[in-house]
């Protein structure tokens, strides 16, 4: 399957239960890896573990590490930064009072917000990173880190697994179904943002 003009299974295949490990790892919690396809990886992942290719146990352990050592950087790389941005002078790109609306989202949100943003690429990047800006408390974090990167790394992965060994050649339709989960996912968190904007009025 080509996804974006990239052959995805290919790419796994060569890189294996390790490589796909640190890709989510570095997608879940460095910056930088805010462009990494965690869900299509994941999905595309499982079906391949149908398929023989790759050992299942190894990739739902090894993807649900990756997922919170990951977050857990990006948590204490927010919450190093978030006392410096506290202390930087005001200018046109940035306003103090976007750090103080973020420190009352995850204060109100926070937990809800680390298990939903999971399943949104681009969003998942930076909300651990965030709810380190905002201070958000490192065990209740952790708690709902925990429960996410499960529900992501561990379901997504079945997900294609289980596709992949009832549907025949369901690699056919991988795509597709790779951007139904995407744009299912988005769904939930439009409404709770719509909803805390409503609030906020």
């Given at each position: 399957m080509e996804l974006f003009s990239f052959d995805l299974v290919s790419f796994i295949a060569w890189a294996g239960v390790a490589g796909v490990a640190v890709i989510v790892f570095v997608e879940s919690g460095l910056l930088v890896g805010f462009f990494l396809p965690g869900d299509s990886l994941l999905f595309t992942a499982g079906f391949l573990a149908s398929q023989n290719l790759l050992p299942l146990i190894p990739l739902l352990g090894l993807s649900f590490v990756g997922a919170v050592l990951g977050d857990n950087v990006g948590y204490a790389i927010g919450k190093r930064a978030g006392p410096r941005?506290?202390?930087k002078e005001e200018s046109f790109f940035f306003h103090k009072r976007n750090i103080e609306k973020t420190k009352g989202y995850f204060a109100r949100y926070g937990p809800k917000t680390v298990v939903i943003a999971r399943f949104i690429p681009i969003i998942r990047t930076f909300a651990p990173v965030m709810a380190g800006v905002g201070a958000m408390p490192y065990r209740t974090f952790v708690i709902y880190n925990l429960v996410g990167g499960f529900l992501w790394s561990i379901c997504i992965p079945l997900l294609g697994y289980f596709l992949g060994a009832?549907?025949?050649?369901?690699?056919?339709?991988?795509?597709?179904?790779?951007?139904?989960?995407?744009?299912?996912?988005?769904?939930?968190?439009?409404r709770e943002y719509w909803r805390y904007k409503k609030s906020m009025r």
């Amino acid at each position: 399957m080509e996804l974006f003009s990239f052959d995805l299974v290919s790419f796994i295949a060569w890189a294996g239960v390790a490589g796909v490990a640190v890709i989510v790892f570095v997608e879940s919690g460095l910056l930088v890896g805010f462009f990494l396809p965690g869900d299509s990886l994941l999905f595309t992942a499982g079906f391949l573990a149908s398929q023989n290719l790759l050992p299942l146990i190894p990739l739902l352990g090894l993807s649900f590490v990756g997922a919170v050592l990951g977050d857990n950087v990006g948590y204490a790389i927010g919450k190093r930064a978030g006392p410096r941005l506290f202390n930087k002078e005001e200018s046109f790109f940035f306003h103090k009072r976007n750090i103080e609306k973020t420190k009352g989202y995850f204060a109100r949100y926070g937990p809800k917000t680390v298990v939903i943003a999971r399943f949104i690429p681009i969003i998942r990047t930076f909300a651990p990173v965030m709810a380190g800006v905002g201070a958000m408390p490192y065990r209740t974090f952790v708690i709902y880190n925990l429960v996410g990167g499960f529900l992501w790394s561990i379901c997504i992965p079945l997900l294609g697994y289980f596709l992949g060994a009832m549907i025949p050649d369901v690699d056919r339709y991988l795509l597709p179904i790779i951007l139904t989960i995407i744009l299912i996912s988005i769904l939930p968190p439009l409404r709770e943002y719509w909803r805390y904007k409503k609030s906020m009025r």
